[in-house]
């Protein structure tokens, strides 16, 4: 923001933001900021008013979230200023929210003027002629979407990339397919090649291509998650997929870099590299068993495919009893006075024990 002293020698009539916005940055570096600016100076300079700041966004208005614009209305509604200057109504909004923030600006008694359109917002046909202009210009921009999209449809169904080159190809221009980079494609192939052999994981691929030069566009190694995603993309095989559209492949005229064969062939080399989702293990006396010391409920690990459980209690020894010895307690000491088995003493507690069967627990001194 700038601030830019009165040149007026009357008294002003108040003090104003001006706000100017272009939808890119490259239209910033163009004529249009300027025309805006002169526009919205020569406005102020008729009516005496005084822009005490100016503030310019290289943003399209087609989303809400436009810090500059959200900073002009935070400041107007701190009375920092007292009103609002914009070239015109699509050059301040072009999405129906943001209009409606501006109008309940303009309700609470703010005003808004637009430099290069005659329209009076303090009039009801004033506020109305606005409105259709702000729903024609958020229209406006519906269309484009819609034109956009079909634009990418149609140059997918030619077979273009209608993003960025992945690593790997050079982008060749709009309407040319994508060249394979002399560079890092041959390091593309090999990545797949070695990958299909089982002999490496992303890990350690990932190290040795960046050993071997493989770079990202920012110069730096291609992660684990990167690599991922690399080999899980049909591009290097000559098919193109885009993430929104899961599930539809268009035919690339790109020069594919590995075989259709090698790149199926890494799909169910990575689908096997997926860890299976562990399964909950059932502990057979789950709650059943009880330290002899201080009275808790043994636990159940699985450890080298046995059953074991110990006590937790950080005071208690750390020595555990598999699950075949404690069957074996059971088995030899139904109906049996305390005593010792396996090395264990075993003291029955008649204690009702959610999901015993039996309806009571076994008491067992880990010391010995």
Not at 108 to 124: C, H, K, L, Q
Not at 145 to 171: S, T
């Amino acid at each position: 923001m700038t601030n830019i002293p009165s040149s007026n020698q009357n008294q002003p009539k108040g003090r104003y933001f001006g706000y100017i916005r272009v939808s890119t940055p490259k239209q910033g570096e163009g004529v249009s900021l300027l025309t805006q600016r002169e526009e919205i100076a020569r406005f102020a300079a008729r009516r005496g008013l005084l822009i005490v700041g100016w503030f310019e966004e290289k943003e399209t208005a087609a989303k809400r979230g436009r810090p500059i614009f959200g900073q002009v209305l935070r400041r107007l509604r701190n009375g920092e200023a007292d009103g609002l200057i914009v070239y015109k109504v699509d050059r301040s909004v072009r999405n129906l929210k943001d209009w409606a923030d501006l109008g309940e600006l303009i309700d609470s008694g703010i005003p808004v003027y637009f430099a290069g359109e005659g329209i009076d917002m303090n009039t009801r046909s004033g506020r109305l002629a606005a409105d259709i202009e702000a729903v024609v210009a958020a229209d406006y921009i519906r269309n484009l979407r819609d034109e956009a999209k079909r634009g990418i449809r149609k140059r997918l169904e030619q077979g273009f990339y209608p993003n960025r080159a992945p690593v790997g190809y050079l982008d060749r221009g709009a309407g040319k397919p994508k060249e394979i980079d002399p560079e890092r494609g041959p390091l593309i192939r090999l990545a797949f090649t070695w990958y299909a052999t089982g002999e490496y994981t992303l890990r350690k691929l990932s190290a040795l291509l960046y050993d071997m030069g493989l770079r990202n566009r920012r110069g730096g190694r291609i992660t684990f998650g990167a690599l991922s995603f690399l080999l899980h993309n049909p591009f290097y095989m000559g098919q193109i997929r885009l993430r929104k559209q899961e599930g539809q492949w268009y035919s690339g005229v790109h020069q594919p870099i590995v075989a259709k064969d090698l790149f199926f062939a890494v799909q169910q080399r990575l689908k096997a590299q997926v860890a299976p989702r562990r399964l909950k293990h059932h502990f057979k006396y789950s709650r059943m068993l009880k330290c002899s010391t201080c009275g808790r409920s043994l636990v159940g690990s699985l450890a080298k495919g046995r059953v074991y459980y110990r006590c937790h209690t950080i005071t208690c020894p750390t020595t555990s009893i598999r699950e075949e010895v404690v069957d074996t307690v059971l088995r030899l000491s139904k109906g049996a006075p305390a005593g010792t088995v396996a090395g264990k003493s075993i003291t029955p507690v008649h204690d009702t024990v959610s999901r015993n069967p039996t309806g009571s627990a076994i008491r067992l001194n880990l010391n010995e």
